[in-house]
């Protein structure tokens, strides 16, 4: 097991990326982790704001195909997953491939198409393949969605299900940029694209090196039993409609590996679990009374704090 080898990785995706977007470090953190533990990534924020850059950026510095679908409400699922057309020269069937079959999925504005739209993406995020009249076809690896969503447009647009939100990895959110940080962007998009002058940094024999490092990371009983103590006090809390199902446990399981490992560590301390809780499981909860984003964190805020951390030693014993 070779730390380092994840070091090395967070090193180059953020050295590379950040010469495309400005001042997004801890987002370019996070993009890498989701990417590790094989997860898809919703941003959700205001137009503009560059969700599309950081995509495309973070594509070409791991050197994926990338596919953008720009989601609108007369948009079918045969559009996304592809269709069986009749071809006359060769008089027989054969399957054009959609836009889903890619390594790098940006689903831009997600929540203007319609659920039955929507629905075509589920099988693609969780088992990595797609059915299109009754044949399965298994996705190429790696293979990971990023959709965005304008949280504050309502109007044409329809909202994700609790199904569809649970298989994201984590929800993020850009943020408007510092007044410095602004006029530098300002300063890059005068000039020729930079996203042109990207390099891959990424081996193609090393990510899943990268990934083996992360899930063998220690996690030590103490630990395990804080992060099992957050999962059951959203399912416990009484101004939750819903709590964290298995598959955020996973989730947050695997990305406190992921985010150690990237720290240089070999075992998980329970501030590992904190930090990821508030990205991972933001979109996994439900709120009975309507709330905005950041009442959830909020809550997730007062769930951490409300439950003892353990402070024994977390070092796996030889």
């Given at each position: 097991m070779s730390i380092e080898t994840v070091v090395e990785f967070h090193k180059k995706i953020a050295a590379n990326v950040s010469k495309v977007i400005v001042g997004k470090e801890e987002v370019i953190d996070l993009l890498s982790i989701a990417f590790i533990c094989n997860g898809h990534v919703l941003l959700e924020d205001v137009p503009g704001l560059g969700k599309t850059r950081l995509v495309r950026s973070f594509s070409k510095t791991i050197?994926?195909?990338?596919?953008?679908?720009?989601?609108?409400?007369?948009?079918?699922?045969?559009?996304?997953?592809?269709?069986?057309?009749?071809?006359?020269?060769?008089?027989?069937?054969?399957?054009?491939?959609?836009?889903l079959f890619s390594n790098i999925v940006l689903a831009d504005e997600i929540n203007r198409a319609t659920p039955r739209t929507q629905s075509s993406l589920l099988e693609a995020m969780e088992e990595r393949q797609i059915t299109v009249?009754?044949?399965?076809?298994?996705?190429?690896?790696?293979?990971?969605?990023?959709?965005?969503?304008?949280?504050?447009?309502?109007?044409?647009?329809?909202?994700?299900?609790?199904?569809?939100?649970?298989?994201?990895?984590?929800?993020?959110?850009?943020?408007?940029?510092?007044?410095?940080?602004?006029?530098?962007?300002?300063?890059?998009?005068?000039?020729?694209?930079?996203?042109?002058?990207?390099?891959?940094?990424?081996?193609?024999?090393?990510?899943?090196?990268?990934?083996?490092?992360?899930?063998?990371?220690?996690?030590?009983?103490?630990?395990?039993?804080?992060?099992?103590?957050?999962?059951?006090?959203?399912?416990?809390?009484?101004?939750?409609?819903?709590?964290?199902?298995?598959?955020?446990?996973?989730?947050?399981?695997?990305?406190?590996?992921?985010?150690?490992?990237?720290?240089?560590?070999?075992?998980?301390?329970?501030?590992?679990?904190?930090?990821m809780a508030k990205f991972i499981l933001n979109h996994r909860i439900g709120i009975k009374s309507f709330a905005k984003k950041s009442r959830i964190y909020d809550g997730i805020e007062k769930i951490l704090a409300d439950i003892a951390v353990p402070v024994e030693t977390y070092r796996r014993q030889v």
């Open positions: 050197g994926s195909n990338f596919k953008r679908i720009q989601f609108t409400p007369d948009l079918l699922p045969s559009d996304l997953t592809g269709v069986n057309y009749y071809n006359q020269k060769h008089q027989d069937f054969e399957f054009r491939e959609g836009p009249d009754g044949v399965t076809r298994k996705l190429s690896e790696p293979y990971m969605v990023l959709a965005t969503q304008n949280p504050i447009e309502t109007h044409g647009t329809f909202p994700l299900p609790e199904a569809q939100m649970d298989r994201f990895f984590m929800r993020l959110s850009i943020g408007y940029p510092s007044r410095e940080e602004e006029l530098l962007i300002v300063d890059r998009n005068i000039n020729p694209d930079p996203i042109d002058l990207l390099q891959n940094v990424l081996a193609s024999d090393e990510l899943q090196t990268i990934r083996d490092t992360c899930l063998n990371i220690y996690m030590s009983e103490d630990v395990r039993s804080y992060l099992m103590d957050i999962v059951e006090c959203t399912r416990k809390d009484p101004g939750l409609h819903y709590g964290v199902s298995p598959r955020g446990t996973i989730a947050l399981y695997k990305g406190s590996q992921s985010y150690a490992a990237m720290n240089g560590r070999e075992y998980v301390l329970p501030e590992d679990v904190r930090y």
